[in-house]
């Protein structure tokens, strides 16, 4: 006869398991806080941070510490380092003059450009003064301007030729887009705020007319073709990178011609092109159409694009997963016709990070190519041109985060897992360890009671696909209790719900949610990427797919191989698109999911933003099949809704509108469905400060008292600093 102890609801049905504890205090919200990723950040210490490369030979990079750290140069051939002092970095270059938060700082740094009354300028940093380089633009209209519809700014949007004496641009037009308007919250009279935000089946969206712009004379060239597609092939905008650089463009050397891509509207066909920086005119290379959409390879793994025009033999290198994979092709740009392939197999290659053309070798980051790793994994290869000699040159079984010196001799290699953090290594070309550059150190995590995610493999849909993932346990997790699971979820396409494999402290607030008495899982479904293009398109046309039917099959499959996960007590969470499937999961898998918080959702493609539906839905247009539109709302289902779903969004949102969570609102009441709805006025897509914190605490709450079966600490507060 076991012992029950009813009162306090710790029985379980199953034999020998008693449930989670069901009284959390203020002292579980603690430890909770204490795994918070603004408060883990500063407890890794020795971490080289961005690898910045200098002439002559040197490198520079941050090393954290408990004082804030310091900045290390590095002496390439030999790897000797040594820390260097203000007066120093300004000496090498390291604290030069900057050029302003939306300014475009040219490659000899003497130059900046920028956006004033819709027209590009330049300033000379050497005395501050600045000029007009255009003067016919007008609103809606103008030069460079940063205005994705999501996404909008008064950043410079333009590419620098390598000699700092051309710029590369666009004029766009947006006039006759429709508006996206928000209401300030304020006293007073309401401020309206408004911009142009394009959707799916407008019939105006905005466009760009190419330019090329000598500085020094002023003179401007538009190049001689049609308006193009305010779209890219690398990320949903013209803007893929820091700093506000031009996406998708490559200079001559000698800044006399520009190669770029020119993308359809709705994704499916990429033509690579060259201009002539003196006269205009536009030469089409050669033209990809898929029937589903193309990109080059993922958005948020890359930080070039993965396409390059070879100027000196007149050849392309060009990105394809024409054969279900992602590889790279050899061309002849005069002809246009296919050389070879350079790269094959079942992996993908992610980042062409380089050419060295000289020795017709190219270097770049693929994943899932090695045996027994986990397939998001990046490495780093190199390969001849010809196809033949590939050469992993990074073998530690981890993720690979690698800075490539220009010059293409060295590179600094930072790996990782999601269990070890980072150990950066400087090699040579050809993988040879020069000297390790930094080791991580852990202990302050440690001592806090930090525990490692636990990497886990599960069967998808099919019974066959192996998903991947991670799970989070209470660091005073014991076996014989029986836990309740939240589901973080991201529904992709471009992304998983895990995201990147490297090393970090906090995954949001996966580990602190486990603190207070939970499993939680972040696993990444078919119809993300990074695998397959088949596996990624299987949400083509079906967003609603939101890639549950994995979820689903993986939470039954660690149930079955975990006795301590209770599978009468499941809850999930996300943002944005993952946002998107928390409500939708509460709505099509209701005797599963009790408990649901669904934040900042884009519940209805219809509403948001155009570049992103067009692409993965395909073209909303009169008179088409509008089925992948009209069944991908989340609205529909609501009459499903069984148990506990807290909504929340920002009133300031202004890449998904709020109007998407306000008719998911409306839904549920014409179902006479109880719900929770948090707005945070002013706040924007990404929760931030006090509106950050009492989301997160909001958040915790409702799983404690709906899925936890407990009452939250009365009076609790988190807070940004240690209290």
């Not at 579980?28 to 941070?49: K, N, W």
Request: aromatic letters at 8%; proline letters at 5%.
């Amino acid at each position: 006869m076991r012992l029950c102890l009813i009162t306090l609801g710790l029985c379980s049905a199953a034999g020998g398991y008693a449930q989670s504890p069901a009284v959390v205090t203020s002292a579980d919200y603690g430890r909770a806080e204490s795994f918070m990723p603004h408060r883990t950040a500063q407890l890794v210490r020795h971490v080289a941070e961005a690898p910045t490369w200098l002439s002559n030979g040197r490198l520079w990079y941050r090393r954290s510490a408990a004082d804030g750290g310091d900045v290390v140069l590095v002496q390439v051939a030999n790897g000797s380092t040594r820390p260097v002092s203000e007066a120093d970095q300004v000496a090498l270059g390291i604290s030069a003059a900057q050029a302003g938060p939306d300014e475009a700082l040219s490659p000899d740094r003497r130059r900046a450009a920028f956006i004033r009354d819709h027209n590009l300028w330049v300033r000379e940093l050497a005395d501050g003064s600045s000029r007009p380089l255009t003067t016919d633009g007008i609103l809606d209209f103008g030069y460079a301007t940063d205005n994705a519809g999501w996404k909008h700014s008064a950043r410079a949007i333009v590419s620098w030729s390598p000699d700092s004496k051309r710029i590369a641009t666009y004029q766009q037009d947006q006039r006759g887009v429709a508006e996206m308007y928000l209401v300030k919250t304020r006293v007073g009279h309401p401020e309206l705020e408004s911009w142009k935000y394009a959707m799916p089946g407008d019939a105006v969206v905005p466009t760009i007319q190419r330019v090329i712009i000598d500085v020094d004379s002023g003179r401007i060239v538009r190049l001689r073709m049609p308006a193009d597609q305010r779209r890219t092939a690398h990320c949903y905008d013209l803007d893929c990178g820091p700093g506000g650089s031009l996406t998708d463009v490559e200079w001559r050397p000698d800044g006399a011609a520009l190669a770029f891509v020119s993308m359809s509207r709705d994704h499916k066909i990429a033509t690579l092109r060259v201009a002539d920086a003196d006269t205009g005119t536009v030469r089409d290379v050669l033209e990809e159409s898929v029937a589903t959409y193309y990109e080059s390879a993922t958005a948020w793994m890359q930080r070039a694009v993965n396409w390059r025009y070879l100027w000196a033999s007149h050849e392309a290198v060009w990105f394809s997963q024409r054969d279900d994979w992602g590889h790279l092709y050899l061309y002849d740009a005069r002809t246009g016709k296919l050389e070879h392939r350079i790269t094959a197999g079942a992996w993908n290659v992610v980042d062409l990070l380089g050419i060295d053309e000289k020795r017709r070798i190219a270097y770049l980051i693929g994943v899932g190519r090695e045996p027994q790793r986990d397939p998001y994994y990046r490495h780093l290869y190199k390969i001849g041109l010809d196809g033949k000699g590939l050469t992993l040159l990074t073998p530690e079984n981890a993720d690979h985060d690698v800075s490539l010196e220009p010059s293409l001799e060295h590179f600094v290699d930072s790996y990782s897992t999601p269990q070890a953090p980072p150990t950066s290594v400087l090699r040579d070309r050809n993988g040879r360890k020069i000297r390790v550059l930094e080791t991580a150190d852990l202990s302050p995590l440690t001592e806090l009671g930090w525990k490692p995610p636990v990497p886990i493999t599960v069967k998808a849909r099919d019974a066959v696909t192996e998903l991947h993932g991670l799970m989070f346990k209470p660091t005073r997790f014991r076996e014989d209790l029986r836990y309740p699971l939240i589901d973080v979820v991201y529904p992709g396409p471009m992304i998983g719900s895990v995201g990147s494999r490297a090393f970090a402290p906090s995954r949001g607030d996966a580990q602190s949610l486990a603190e207070l008495g939970f499993i939680v899982v972040e696993i990444d479904g078919m119809g993300t990427s990074l695998r397959s293009k088949a596996f990624q398109d299987l949400s083509y046309g079906r967003i609603e797919d939101n890639t549950l039917p994995d979820q689903v099959a993986g939470i039954r499959e660690l149930a079955q191989r975990f006795p301590w996960i209770d599978l009468s007590r499941i809850g999930i969470a996300g943002h944005s698109g993952g946002g998107y499937a928390a409500a939708a999961a509460m709505f099509r898998y209701p005797d599963l999911f009790k408990v649901g918080v669904s934040e900042s959702g884009n519940h209805d493609q219809r509403g948001y933003e155009g570049d992103w539906g067009e692409q993965y839905l395909g073209l909303l247009e009169r008179g088409a099949d509008r089925t992948a539109y009209d069944r991908q709302d989340d609205y529909a289902g609501v009459a499903n809704l069984k148990g506990h779903l807290l909504i929340m969004h920002g009133t300031g949102d202004d890449n998904v509108p709020l109007n998407l969570t306000l008719l998911l609102v409306d839904a549920l009441i014409h179902a006479d469905k109880d719900f929770d709805l948090l707005l945070l006025p002013g706040d924007q897509h990404l929760y931030t400060g006090e509106h950050e914190l009492y989301a997160a605490r909001r958040r915790w709450d409702y799983f404690v008292r709906h899925l936890l079966g407990a009452e939250p600490p009365a009076g609790y507060r988190l807070q940004e600093t240690v209290h």
